[in-house]
């Protein structure tokens, strides 16, 4: 089993930054995939960015605003947000996917943290 543990997040006015990190932990050979991932109610969530061995996406809303980074030491991935706007506020979740023998196989989400920007 994996475990994530998400930190960041919280209120910022429009214009501004917060920074995000999920250290993920437990029995890991290999990480396929560390990713945010967003969601507002009644919508479907979706993709803020990920690293999929080692190549980086990004949604098309985040237009040079947002870094993805990860640390495979500590197998810890983050997100810092700039130029943060209104329509940036949902609930940001952590998504790692491991990757290995069958057993060690897995898609794990974090529990969620709230990001608000005030306008």
């Known amino acids: 089993q994996v475990q994530l543990v998400e930190s960041g997040g919280g209120l910022v006015q429009a214009g501004g930054s917060l920074s995000l990190s999920c250290a993920a932990s437990?029995?890991?050979?290999?990480?396929?995939?560390m990713g945010w991932y967003r969601q507002v109610p009644g919508m479907q969530r979706e993709l803020v960015a990920g690293?999929?061995?080692?190549?980086?996406e990004y949604g098309d809303f985040v237009k040079g605003r947002f870094t993805i980074s990860r640390d495979n030491a500590v197998n810890t991935v983050y997100l810092q947000m700039n130029s943060l706007k209104p329509e940036d506020t949902a609930v940001y979740y952590c998504?790692?996917?491991?990757?290995?023998?069958?057993?060690?196989?897995?898609?794990?989400w974090g529990q969620g943290t709230q990001v608000t920007v005030s306008s």
């Open positions: 998504r790692v996917q491991t990757s290995g023998l069958n057993w060690a196989r897995g898609d794990y």
């Open positions: 690293i999929t061995w080692g190549n980086t």
């Open positions: 437990g029995t890991i050979l290999s990480i396929k995939h």
